[in-house]
């Protein structure tokens, strides 16, 4: 079966906003997610991640390469790619239960059956009883859950993740991760996940993409065998397998970092 | 509080002291301080005057004197073809300065474009370009009505494109890759995002546009509030030329408290927009 998710030799540059500088932001990256993947997306800041996911939602065009989600060119945006940004990006003048069922409206689903199937995911990430409520009554991390059951109701072909628990708290984010963990084992929705955060790919991911600084090009392939319903952080921290790899690509991603800091 | 035991304490008389306090907290009893104490101001000058009647009528003789006008229906007649024409004015306003706001707010080359010479009409007034509208139209309905639309339009249509500017790219981008046509985007994310500005620019408008109904009045309506308080001071009535602006204030306000906020209420707050 071929990939859900593949790129091959992509490259991008654009000019920077203020000084008007070309930035070559993605050097040839080729990757490939199978179906029901878990992918993270890991590397420096500035590294062109969010570029990728960018292009990858459709929402710039690229310059070389090609880029398929089952088989089709991307050619702009489209619900077959669904997109959890940084940002929960949720319609403050709609309910939870009309922002996760959006997608849904927008495909034309008739109310019943609209209503049903949006209740299932309002269920999966733990939002019952918080139905009729507006976002601005939510707190950050349930907001964000609004927006993973957003994505994940439209029945995206690929969900993709721009460091989308970046903007929460500590604690908030251990207990969205282990959440995300449990909605890719019920789903098995093939994803690319974007983050600098070594432990969140380690966590989350069946395999890891190591991104070198700036251009971007794909350093390394890490892959992550442990199973599912081991993943819990209290477990992981101490088991032998998951150190390790979190290590390699710590490492991997430690060289990649300017001793200067931010570059 | 319901579950506390009735022997504790005496209970308090909860509903009137509750409403008492808040109408005084809510400034109603400021309000009424202040109200009274115009009255009497507006009273003593009145009767110190000479020639009252003529300069400064007192707040008794107007409601007297003007109450003929009352009984013989003719106040309510004004007020009522000057609330129609603002209602009606204002919803052309709405219905032209909305859609030309979004249009503006989503289409660089269209704003840039329309831009100066927008800012160039805002300059001349509803009552600056009354003289060549009647010179088209006449003493008609079609003059006020075109002077209000005009005065309503420009507060509107700058809200409003502020207000699709201000729109967040990401909820544009979320919407586009959850499959969202055009139209849908309107719908779904412009207009709703531009709600706060949409409510101010209308009570903006609005509040401009009743002010030119009453100047359009005076220069070209027949019947109506801002003509009565014309004829009156032609016919040296003063008396009905401060009921008409007592009027004028007074059901602005009403306007304002029972129309316009209700609106902005029933939206923005409930959606958690105006906590900036």
């Known amino acids: 079966m071929p990939p859900k998710l593949v790129v091959q030799g992509l490259s991008h540059h654009y000019p920077d906003e203020y000084t008007g500088e070309d930035v070559h932001a993605l050097d040839n990256v080729s990757l490939d997610v199978e179906e029901g993947v878990f992918a993270a997306v890991v590397g420096p800041s500035g590294c062109g991640k969010t570029t ?59 109310g019943p059956e609209r209503s049903t199937r949006t209740q299932e995911f309002i269920d999966l990430v733990n939002l019952t009883g918080f139905e009729d409520r507006y976002p601005h009554e939510l707190s950050g991390g349930m907001k964000q859950r609004v927006a993973l059951a957003r994505t994940l109701c439209a029945n995206p072909v690929v969900m993709l993740m721009d460091e989308p628990f970046a903007a929460v708290d500590a604690q908030t984010r251990i207990t969205l991760q282990e959440e995300l963990n449990r909605i890719a084992m019920a789903t098995k929705k093939t994803t690319l996940l974007i983050t600098h955060n070594v432990d969140e790919a380690a966590f989350l991911g069946d395999k890891c993409f190591v991104f070198t600084r700036r251009p971007g090009k794909l350093k390394a392939t890490v892959s992550i065998d442990i199973p599912r319903d081991k993943r819990i952080w209290q477990d992981l921290l101490h088991d032998p397998e998951f150190v390790a790899k979190r290590d390699e690509i710590l490492t991997l991603v430690r060289e990649e970092v300017s001793p200067h800091g931010d570059d | 509080m319901a579950t506390t035991s009735p022997s504790l304490s005496p209970r308090p008389r909860p509903v009137p002291s509750a409403r008492w306090r808040r109408f005084t907290k809510g400034g109603g009893a400021e309000l009424l301080i202040l109200l009274v104490g115009i009255i009497v101001l507006w009273s003593t000058i009145s009767s110190l005057i000479p020639n009252p009647s003529r300069y400064l009528p007192a707040p008794l003789t107007v409601i007297f004197s003007s109450s003929d006008m009352l009984w013989k ?8 073809q000057t609330i129609w024409r603002l209602v009606l004015g204002s919803i052309l306003g709405l219905l032209v300065g909305i859609p030309f706001g979004i249009l503006l707010g989503l289409n660089r080359t269209v704003s840039d474009m329309f831009y100066p010479i927008l800012n160039f009409f805002q300059s001349i007034s509803g009552i600056a370009i009354l003289p060549i509208i009647v010179v088209w139209w006449g003493n008609s309905e079609q003059t006020v009505f075109t002077v209000i639309l005009y005065t309503a339009l420009f507060p509107i249509a700058f809200n409003v494109l502020a207000g699709v500017r201000g729109i967040p790219i990401i909820y544009i981008n979320v919407m586009r890759s959850l499959g969202a046509s055009n139209m849908r985007i309107i719908r779904d994310v412009i207009i709703p995002g ?83």
Do not use: C
Not at chain 2, 236 to 242: K, N
Not at chain 2, 246 to 263: K, S, Y
């Open chain 2, 194 to 276: 531009a709600m706060p500005n949409i409510a101010t620019g209308a009570r903006l408008g609005i509040g401009f546009a009743w002010r030119a109904v009453i100047a359009g009045e005076m220069l070209v309506g027949k019947r109506g509030l801002g003509w009565m308080i014309f004829t009156a001071q032609d016919t040296d009535h003063t008396d009905q030329v401060i009921l008409g602006m007592v009027m004028i204030g007074t059901i602005w306000i009403l306007i304002d408290r029972f129309a316009l906020r209700p609106i902005e209420a029933d939206t923005i707050q409930r959606w958690g927009l105006v906590q900036r």
């Open chain 2, 73 to 80: 229906g003719l106040l309510p007649n004004y007020v009522g």
């Open chain 1, 52 to 110: 990728l996911l960018n292009i990858l939602a459709g929402l710039l065009p690229y310059h070389k390469g090609h880029v398929k989600v089952d088989g089709v060119d991307v050619k702009g945006p489209s619900p077959d790619r669904g997109v959890v940004f940084q940002e929960h990006a949720i319609l403050p003048w709609r309910t939870v239960a009309r922002n996760i069922g959006h997608g849904l409206e927008i495909q034309g689903m008739p």
